[in-house]
């Protein structure tokens, strides 16, 4: 989770009470100055950061498994403690206050409410369009466990999480790239749709030539099984395609050169 960079402060070069608390202010309490030439979304009101707190108390209630890794990302009390642990702790409000603070850039909560107060003080609230910052694709797997093993072990990626006993939830994922797995115990396509039409779940892009010329052939060493080898598009893409045990195709793409 990125930190919001409240740049309608820095542009300001403020020292106000905004920065009181703020990760990364000086030592004096100011804000570093950049010239930015965009200013970003003026932070939440404190009934919305209350509310987003409280929603966060609830979900790790009702033992929301996604949430764990959030919590454990940003509060580093729960660094050590794997999911289950971290849906088993004791967590109060005042941690999950703490969580929303970290989250927009500041030590704690009551350094967060001094930002905040004088963000309001300073900029008038505008609404703003919400900004969608990731896609995940879901493939449906016959087995989470033999689906993350072909993962890691044929694709490079690591187990972000597995849900259940036995698991039927899990996530795979390989630097920004993420597959969610799914249990479905019975067909969900009618005979071989998939490869007659080539009907892809998944797409993952690289940004260079080089990079996804590299991933073929590490792929390739792997013994991965591919749908569609290493292939010139006429559009300027390279890509390839991986056939996962299930049937699922995902798409590697990059540019040609």
């Not at 100011?30 to 919305?48: G, I, Q, S």
């Not at 959030?70 to 794997?82: G, N, Q, S, V």
């Not at 009907?199 to 590299?214: D, F, H, P, R, Y």
Request: positive net charge; hydrophobic residues 40%; glycine residues 6%.
């Amino acid at each position: 989770m990125q930190s919001v960079l409240l740049t309608t402060l820095i542009r300001a070069g403020t020292n106000s009470l905004a920065a009181v608390g703020r990760i990364g202010a000086t030592a004096e309490g100011a804000m570093p100055t950049y010239d930015v030439k965009t200013v970003a979304a003026p932070m939440p009101n404190l009934d919305n950061l209350k509310k987003q707190a409280k929603q966060y108390l609830r979900w790790h209630r009702e033992r929301y498994h996604p949430v764990a890794a959030e919590i454990r990302a940003e509060l580093p009390r729960f660094r050590h403690l794997d999911d289950h642990q971290v849906l088993e702790a004791s967590f109060k409000l005042s941690d999950a206050q703490e969580l929303v603070a970290r989250r927009l850039g500041f030590e704690g909560w009551q350094a967060l409410k001094a930002g905040a107060h004088a963000v309001t003080a300073q900029c008038k609230q505008t609404p703003t369009h919400p900004i969608l910052s990731a896609t995940v694709a879901q493939l449906f797997v016959s087995d989470i466990k033999a689906s993350c093993d072909f993962f890691t072990t044929k694709l490079g990626f690591v187990v972000h999480f597995t849900y259940g006993d036995p698991p039927f939830y899990g996530a795979v994922k390989r630097d920004n790239a993420r597959l969610s797995l799914r249990l479905i115990c019975e067909p969900v396509f009618v005979g071989d749709v998939r490869r007659r039409q080539h009907l892809l779940s998944g797409t993952i892009e690289v940004n260079t030539a080089a990079e996804i010329k590299q991933l073929f052939l590490d792929f390739q060493t792997a013994g991965v099984n591919f749908h569609q080898t290493l292939t010139k598009e006429p559009w300027g893409a390279r890509n390839f395609t991986v056939e996962d045990p299930d049937g699922n195709l995902i798409l590697f793409a990059g540019p040609a050169d």
